[in-house]
């Protein structure tokens, strides 16, 4: 889909404000494919996603939380880059790495899985014709005017709508959404999406580990589960572009590089990736509930609305309004059960609906003639 003429997306405006429509289908597995629109722009993507062998995954996409994690780490970066065009600071080099802890205690398949969330840990390397100081008051501006550090330091609690066999159902012990419901995307596009003739080759990348370094995350298991999201790369002074490397240390050593794009041209930008890894992680927890509890469902649809808003100084973000589609033969305390359980257990909404602390690290080297 072509950008609409005369919009330009917030990601390359000093404030303004911008919404991202995801939509999300399970394909086999883990597996699922989903959509993601920017609105002032019109531009869509079609990414994938899947888990790798420590939840017994097919690892034929990168995970949920490595598209969240590239576009938090990417939209810092070209914050920066934006900071500095506006104050006429020529940068050199920019990179930068960022860490997001993450648990998971108590059994999933008892029901009583809950995530945490710890600290976000951002560091930037920059090189640039500025004094140390200014050089790192750019920094705290991008972090400071981020929607995406924003949406992860503020708790907003996300709303939720359920649709089961094609009629609204109330939902219990989750904010509820209200108002018009949304469509569902099997019966907006009769089918899965395939993939068009758009080539995202070099804009999604595997880059394999030692699968004997994979650790199995069980299922049964009572004890804490850690480990981060760790996100790093560098931004290209001459396209304005970002690659990003991302994985979980702790878990397994294959990583998926992604590339991102603040124009939404060559490829999705910043807030599209941080969208979509939100939504692709709740679909993740909705799948592994219904394959514990062996429910007859078929696979989950859903659609996500964000919109992140910044001014001069500072981003916020709104509450996320997710809506999820199910079809097959449970009652309805067994399918809004299973709402609660995926909400309590997503990584992405536990860290939306918590105040994670953000600190962050400048290492500048100051090029002043």
Known sequence: MTPRAGHSPLHLLGHGAETYTVEVMGLEGFHKRGLVETTSTGRMWRLEADEGTYLRGTNLAPAPLMYWGAGLHADILTRVAA??????????????????GFAATGSFVRAQAV?????????VA??????????????????ATSPAVAAVATAREGRFGLHSNGRPTAVHGIPALHGAPAVDPLRKYAEVPEPTDEQLGDVVGFEPGHPDRTHVV?????????????????????????????????????RWSLLSDPADTVAPSPLAYFSIGTAFCYHTQLCRYV???????????????????????????????????????CEDAQTTALMTLAANICYAHRALASNV??????DATARVH
């Open 291 to 329: 394959a514990v509890r062996r429910l007859p469902l078929e696979r989950a649809r859903l659609t996500q609305v964000s919109r992140f808003e910044i001014d001069r100084t500072r981003a916020t973000a709104d509450p996320l309004a997710t809506h999820v589609f199910l079809n097959g033969r």
């Open 126 to 143: 920059v090189d640039g014709a500025a004094t140390p100081a200014e050089l790192d008051a750019l920094v705290a501006h991008a972090i």
């Open 218 to 254: 069980t299922d049964d298991s009572d004890g804490a589960v850690e480990f981060h999201v760790e996100a790093r790369g560098k931004l290209d002074p001459r396209l304005g572009t970002v690659r990003t490397t991302v994985g979980f240390p702790e878990v397994t050593g294959d």
């Open 357 to 362: 602390e953000v600190s962050f690290g400048v």
């Open 115 to 123: 995530a945490k969330v710890f600290d976000l840990r951002i560091d």
């Open 83 to 100: 900071a500095a065009r506006e104050r006429g600071v020529t940068l050199t080099s920019l990179s930068g790495t960022v860490r997001q």
